[in-house]
């Protein structure tokens, strides 16, 4: 692989402008299509020689001898890493996909499917989102309901409204007046507490409180080793629908990258780092994955640190308006943050 060397500011702009070129075209861009466009201070032939210094570099390809040249995995990542400045979705795009969450109803699900449309919509782009899921499971409510004879129902509410049912046998039989008592006892006693301060509290405790106050520690640690819920995914015919997939095989793939979910919970792993709000841009898999690398994903993390987060981002082709497409990934995981703020931690 080429060694990266230092681009001069008019390496540089080429670059830039080749790549947005491309991206609007799909086509290889030549260097008198640069210059007449652009009113570029350069004549086509020295274009061309910048050019062909770029492709030297690994930054750009020529398809064939006589066509023009199209980027690089690699310049695509200088293009995002050196040269894409900070950008924000025009107000008007702001204002309206606003207006949709807050029409919204007060309901997660609710929320991760249209962070889905709104940004499969807007980015014509798949998307995909994850709900979002405390990094431990916190105790907030606890009822006890006499069902039939000695069963009961045990009805755990975690905070963010996930919610555990288990039936228990009693050795005997006991009114609903004293279940309904030791229910808010361990409620009042077990607020904000996670499996482990539960367990603890449980240690001190005898007979049926003890019971129920350890399968309440059970119930929680179970659940902070379940891995993040469904991934719900948007707009998967506006990846096909993109010149680069006519190819079957590579259409194929990406239906596959949406359904497999053990590549895409390793890819939110290692992509995203565990702090809310940076976006990650992946191109051609990084090397790492094999199975993107006709493709790009930016992904942010959502939510609000120490009570729940999740992820959004879109899977694209790599000529994929990348600074449009960030600020977009931005601005909704943004939303979706304040809405879980508002939900969990407020």
Same mark, same amino acid.
């Given at each position: 692989?080429?060694?990266?060397?230092?681009?001069?500011?008019?390496?540089?702009?080429?670059?830039?402008?080749?790549?947005?070129?491309?991206?609007?075209?799909?086509?290889?861009?030549?260097?008198?299509?640069?210059?007449?466009?652009?009113?570029?201070?350069?004549?086509?032939?020295?274009?061309?020689?910048?050019?062909?210094?770029?492709?030297?570099?690994?930054?750009?390809?020529?398809?064939?001898?006589?066509?023009?040249r199209v980027?690089?995995?690699?310049?695509?990542?200088?293009?995002?890493?050196?040269?894409?400045?900070?950008?924000?979705?025009?107000?008007?795009?702001r204002r309206?996909?606003?207006?949709?969450?807050?029409?919204?109803?007060?309901?997660?699900?609710?929320?991760?499917?249209?962070?889905?449309?709104?940004?499969?919509?807007?980015?014509?782009?798949?998307?995909?989102?994850? $709900?979002?899921?405390? /990094?431990?499971? +916190?105790?907030? *409510?606890? @009822?006890?309901?006499?069902?039939?004879?000695?069963? &009961?129902?045990?009805?755990?509410?975690?905070?963010?409204?996930?919610?555990?049912?288990?039936?228990?046998?009693?050795?005997?039989?006991?009114?609903?007046?004293?279940?309904?008592?030791?229910?808010?006892?361990?409620?009042?006693?077990? $607020?904000?507490?996670? /499996?482990?301060? +539960?367990?603890? *509290?449980? @240690?001190?405790?005898?007979?049926?409180?003890?019971? &129920?106050?350890?399968?309440?520690?059970?119930?929680?640690?179970?659940?902070?080793?379940?891995?993040?819920?469904?991934?719900?995914?948007?707009?998967?015919?506006?990846?096909?629908?993109?010149?680069?997939?006519?190819?079957?095989?590579? $259409?194929?793939?990406?239906?596959?990258?949406?359904?497999?979910?053990?590549l895409l919970?390793?890819?939110?792993?290692?992509?995203?780092?565990?702090?809310?709000?940076?976006?990650?841009?992946?191109?051609?898999?990084?090397?790492?994955?094999?199975?993107?690398?006709?493709?790009?994903?930016?992904?942010?993390?959502?939510?609000?640190?120490?009570?729940?987060?999740? $992820?959004?981002?879109?899977?694209?082709?790599?000529?994929?308006?990348?600074?449009?497409?960030?600020?977009?990934?931005?601005?909704?995981?943004?939303?979706?943050?304040?809405?879980?703020?508002?939900?969990?931690?407020?």
């Amino acid at each position: 692989m080429p060694i990266m060397r230092s681009l001069s500011h008019r390496q540089e702009s080429i670059l830039a402008l080749l790549i947005h070129e491309f991206t609007e075209t799909a086509e290889p861009v030549g260097s008198k299509r640069l210059v007449q466009k652009y009113q570029l201070d350069a004549s086509p032939a020295t274009v061309r020689g910048e050019m062909v210094e770029l492709t030297e570099a690994g930054l750009l390809h020529q398809p064939h001898t006589s066509a023009g040249r199209v980027p690089t995995e690699a310049g695509y990542r200088y293009f995002v890493r050196r040269l894409l400045g900070d950008t924000e979705l025009p107000a008007d795009e702001r204002r309206m996909i606003r207006h949709q969450f807050h029409q919204a109803r007060a309901e997660v699900d609710e929320w991760v499917r249209l962070a889905a449309s709104v940004l499969a919509h807007h980015l014509r782009v798949a998307s995909l989102v994850t $709900a979002p899921r405390p /990094a431990l499971a +916190v105790f907030k *409510h606890l @009822e006890l309901i006499a069902t039939q004879g000695r069963q &009961v129902l045990l009805v755990l509410v975690l905070q963010g409204g996930d919610v555990r049912q288990q039936i228990l046998t009693l050795a005997e039989v006991v009114d609903q007046a004293y279940l309904s008592q030791l229910a808010n006892q361990i409620t009042q006693s077990c $607020a904000s507490m996670k /499996a482990a301060g +539960v367990s603890a *509290h449980a @240690e001190g405790l005898s007979g049926l409180a003890h019971e &129920v106050t350890q399968l309440v520690s059970l119930l929680m640690a179970r659940a902070d080793t379940v891995s993040a819920g469904m991934i719900h995914h948007d707009g998967l015919a506006n990846v096909l629908n993109q010149p680069e997939f006519a190819n079957t095989e590579i $259409a194929r793939n990406a239906l596959r990258l949406l359904e497999q979910r053990s590549l895409l919970d390793e890819v939110l792993a290692k992509a995203l780092s565990p702090a809310v709000g940076g976006i990650q841009v992946v191109i051609g898999g990084e090397g790492a994955w094999d199975e993107l690398k006709d493709y790009s994903m930016v992904l942010a993390r959502y939510g609000a640190p120490g009570y729940a987060t999740g $992820a959004l981002g879109v899977l694209g082709p790599t000529r994929m308006p990348y600074g449009r497409t960030i600020s977009a990934v931005r601005y909704v995981a943004g939303l979706m943050s304040d809405l879980v703020i508002e939900t969990f931690a407020g």
